[in-house]
C-alpha cells in the first residue's frame, strides 16, 4: 500500500512545476517586530529562505493591546492603527529572503467565540480583513493561520454549552465562510498558508465513516474548513502546512505518504460540491522542526545521524519534503534564531548561535532542496576556492604510438579501469576510441552499431553521505543513457535506484552536449559506477568525452 502510495504521488508531483519556497519561522521570529526584521534583512538574505513570518502588536493611545495572537478576542483592529507598517512591509520584501512574508495571526481565542454570538465573530471578521488588508497594501504574500489551541479554549469542537452537533457543525461552517468572504474582501488573490488544514484530521481520514468519526470526536474543525471553501474566491490559495511532518522521515517516504493523505484521503471530509475547490486551490505543505538535529539524544525530539551526520538526516528530509510539497515548506526552531540579532527588544535572542551555526551547512542543503544546480554551483565554487579541484576519473585517449584505421576509430585500447558491456540480446556493436573527434581535442570514447550498452567507469572507496560533481559531454543524435549505480564489494545494489545524470537533448548531430550533477552516495554502498550509454541502429555513433568526477564533500 505504501509502496503504491509513493509511485502515485512521484506521478502527482512530477507535474507540479512550481518553484519551491522556504518559510522562516521560530520562537525569535514571534518576538520581533517588522521594523527588527527590516533592521536585519541582509542577514536574512545570507539564509536559504525565500520569507518569514511576521507578527503584529499594537499598544492603542487608551492602552488597550492588539495583537497577532490575541486577534480573536481583540477589540477592533483598525488600518489606521498599523499604517506606518505598510511602507516596512514594502520595504522587506524586497529583499531576496523575504520576498514570501506572512502576517502570522492565532485563530484559536484565548477567550471561546460562542458560535451564536453574532457580534463576537463579526468583530473577529473585521480583525482579520484588516489583517488581510495589511498584507495586500503591504505585498505580503498572504496570512499564515494557527489555530492549534494554545489556551485550551476548545474553540473548533463541540462542547456542552453548544447546540447539537449538526446544528454547532452547521454554524461552525457557515462561520469559517464568515472569515473567509472578509478576508479575501481585502486580499482577493492571497495564500493561506496554516499549520494544518485537513492534515490535523488524518485519523478521522482513516475511519470507514470519516464524519460519524468527526461527530464522535465533537470535532467541528472539518466542518470550518469547509465554510472557508464556501466562501473561497478562485483566485485565492490555501496551503496545508501539515506540522504532523516534524515527525516525518525520508527514509521511509513519509512525505509522499501525508501528500496522499492531502490530496485523496481528505475528500472524505471535504463537502462534494467544494471537491474542485480543494482538488485545484489547496496546496500541499509541510512543516520541518530544526530543533530535532541538534538536541541531544535521549530528547523525544531528537533525530540522530544519518551516514554519520545529523546535517545529512535533515538534508535527506528536506530534499524530500520540497520535492512533494506543492510549493511551500515552513521551517520552524525553538531553541536558536535565523540570524544573529541585536538592537532589539527581545534582548534573550541576542548573542545566541544562530541556526546555519548550530547546523552547519543547513542553509546549503536548504538551497539544494530547492535548487540543485545552485548547490552545484556552489560547491564548484568552493571546490575552486579550495585548490580542490582533483578529477578523479581516468583521462581517455587515443594511443600515439598505435596506427588508426581511416575513420579514427578503434574497437580496443580502454585504459583501467574503464569497460564496456553490451546486452547479448540486442544487435552487438564495436566499443573504443576515437582519435580524431573530441570535446576541446582529438579523441574520445566512441560506441558504435550498440542495440543496447555502454561505458562503464568505477569509483571505489565511495562512502555513505558523500557527494561528487559529476561531468562529462557527449555527441550523437540516438538518445543518451547516463547513470551513476551502485555496487557493494563487487555486487550490483540493483535495489538502490541509479542516479540519472541529466543530459540536454541533441539539436544537431555536430554539438558536443554538457552533463553536470551532484551525485550522493546511499547507504549500503562502497562503489560509485558511471556507466554512460545508448541505444543504437546499426550506423549510429554516439561519442562520450571528459569524464570529470570531483568529491565535494
Known sequence: MRRSIVIWLACAC???????????????????SPAEVLAHAEAFDKTALDGVTLCLKKVL??????????IMNDPEWTEEAFADQIPIFRQIVSHPSLRECFLACFCAPNKRLAWQDDAAWARAENNLAVLAGLAKKGGLRGVLIDHEDYPNSRQFFRIPTDPPFAETARLARQRGAQLMTAMTKSYPDMTFLSFWFLSMNRSLMDSDDPMAAAENASDVW??????????LPPTARLVDGDEHAYRYEASRNDFFVSAWYQRQGALKLVAPENWKKYREQVLTGFGLYLDVYINKEGDPWYF?????????????????????????????GEKSPWIAWSGIGATKYEGKPS????????????????????LLAMRLAALRKAGAMTNLAVTVTAP???????????????????????????????FG??????????SSLCMKGVGHGCFGFPLDGVKPGESYVVRFSAKGTVPTTANASWQKDGVWQWQIPSATLFLPPARTAEEWRRSESLVRI???????????????????????????????R
Request: aromatic share 12%.
Open 14 to 32: 512530477a507535474a507540479c512545476a512550481a518553484e519551491k519556497k522556504f518559510i522562516g519561522h521560530g520562537w525569535d521570529l514571534l518576538a520581533v
Open 61 to 70: 493611545p487608551d492602552g488597550r493591546h492588539l495583537a497577532y495572537s490575541t
Open 222 to 231: 472539518p466542518a470550518f474548513f469547509n465554510g472557508m471553501l464556501d466562501a
Open 304 to 332: 540522530g545521524p544519518v551516514n554519520g551526520s545529523r546535517l545529512n538526516h535533515f538534508e535527506a528530509n528536506v530534499r524530500q519534503a520540497a520535492k512533494v510539497a506543492s510549493e511551500y515548506v515552513w521551517v520552524y
Open 355 to 374: 541556526w546555519e551555526e548550530c547546523l552547519p551547512g543547513l542553509a546549503e542543503a536548504m538551497v539544494g532542496a530547492k535548487d540543485p544546480k545552485a
Open 400 to 430: 600515439a604510438d598505435a596506427p588508426l584505421p581511416p575513420d579514427g576509430f578503434r574497437p580496443d585500447g580502454l585504459p583501467r579501469p574503464w569497460f564496456c558491456w553490451q546486452d547479448e540480446n540486442f544487435a552487438q556493436g564495436v
Open 433 to 442: 576510441l576515437d582519435g580524431k573527434v573530441g570535446d576541446g581535442d582529438t
Open 522 to 552: 546511499p547507504e549500503g554502498v562502497n562503489r560509485m559506477v558511471i556507466l554512460l550509454g545508448a541505444k543504437q541502429g546499426p550506423d549510429d555513433k554516439t561519442w562520450f568525452d571528459d569524464l570529470q568526477i570531483y568529491r565535494c
